[in-house]
């Protein structure tokens, strides 16, 4: 289906100043005509009266970013996608299948114009906007539990910025174009999430050449995020839709392992810190070794510097403050 976009139609104004000058003017003759018993030209003044109205139908106002999805007798017709006035075949009829959807997403909030109107104790549905919105939105989906490449459930949220660019496609190629992107989004995130391990973690291809990397969810949120997008719009394309941006909103692991996976992360950080202090005890250790003998303050045999190295890694690596022992006796 290709977009036809009407834009020589924009004679709105013409039309209603005409239309109202038409009914005066059928008013006036229509009184002149029963004064003077001409009665067949009142018929006819009066039948306009009666249904000249019918143009006012095919007045339409199109706001900026704002666009109509016309059809006569179930033929596409056009688009009018320009802001302005227009008057349009009064049978023409504006086509939004989309209009009552409501998506976790900007455009989509609810307000007192989309509420049901009571009248005499019976719920009447408001009037539905048949216009397509032309503006950048965001999609914010709800959040899923997905398994990472390692197997580990992890909850994750996108929000997707998009735009409708080919409203033909839009209304006719698919069903509910909303709803239709809602769900390739759920798609495409299971997809690529899939790929990659909640964190760093060994012998892991996540770009898909055949060699380990270090690429993550948490590490590499950029890649994911841009990958999510792709995806996204190789699949809604046919739905004239354009994917502008993805955006990873929330990332966590399932609460089923969450306290698991928190005493492990600290148990890493714990080793870590561990063996940075132990590097550098042993290179404090090995620095006054040195120092001793090059300034010849005192010649310790093996023994000695076995129990002096001793000594020094306990009370640098200790977690508490070491309590010094004086000799005040022989070295030896």
């Given at each position: ?217 948490r590490g590499s949120s950029e890649i994911v995020a841009g990958r999510i997008k792709d995806e996204i719009q190789q699949k809604v394309a046919q739905a004239g ?92």
């Amino acid at each position: 289906m290709t977009e036809k976009v009407l834009s020589r139609s924009r004679n709105g104004f013409l039309v209603l100043g005409l239309s109202i000058l038409l009914y005066v003017a059928s008013t006036l003759l229509t009184i002149y005509c029963i004064a003077r018993n001409i009665y067949w030209l009142a018929v006819i003044c009066i039948v306009y009266l009666c249904f000249g109205w019918v143009l006012w139908l095919g007045l339409k106002v199109i706001k900026p970013q704002e666009a109509l999805v016309l059809t006569l007798f179930g033929k596409y017709v056009g688009t009018l996608k320009d802001e302005g006035f227009y008057f349009v075949n009064p049978f023409c009829v504006a086509v939004n299948p989309a209009a009552k959807t409501r998506l976790n997403q900007s455009g989509d909030v609810s307000s007192d114009e989309n509420k049901p109107i009571v009248v005499n104790g019976q719920v009447t549905n408001p009037i539905v906007n048949r216009k397509i919105s032309l503006k950048i939105m965001t999609l914010n989906n709800s959040r899923q539990k997905i398994n990472d490449c390692l197997g580990n459930p992890i909850e994750i949220g996108i929000a997707v910025i998009w735009r409708v660019v080919d409203t033909a496609k839009a209304v006719f190629e698919v069903d509910n174009y909303k709803e239709y992107l809602s769900l390739q989004c759920d798609s495409a995130l299971r997809n690529v999430v899939r790929l990659y391990p909640y964190d760093v973690a060994p012998n892991v291809d996540t770009t898909g050449d055949g060699i380990a990397d270090d690429g993550s969810l948490r590490g590499s949120s950029e890649i994911v995020a841009g990958r999510i997008k792709d995806e996204i719009q190789q699949k809604v394309a046919q739905a004239g839709i354009e994917i502008i941006e993805a955006r990873i909103t929330y990332l966590a692991y399932a609460p089923e392992i969450a306290a698991v996976m928190l005493q492990r992360q600290q148990a890493s950080a714990i080793i870590d810190a561990r063996k940075m202090i132990v590097d550098g005890a042993v290179g404090m250790v090995e620095m006054a070794l040195d120092r001793l003998s090059e300034n010849k303050i005192v010649e310790l045999d093996d023994e000695r510097k076995a129990a002096m190295v001793s000594n020094l890694l306990v009370v640098l690596c200790g977690n508490h403050d070491a309590q010094p022992v004086v000799n005040s006796g022989s070295l030896y």
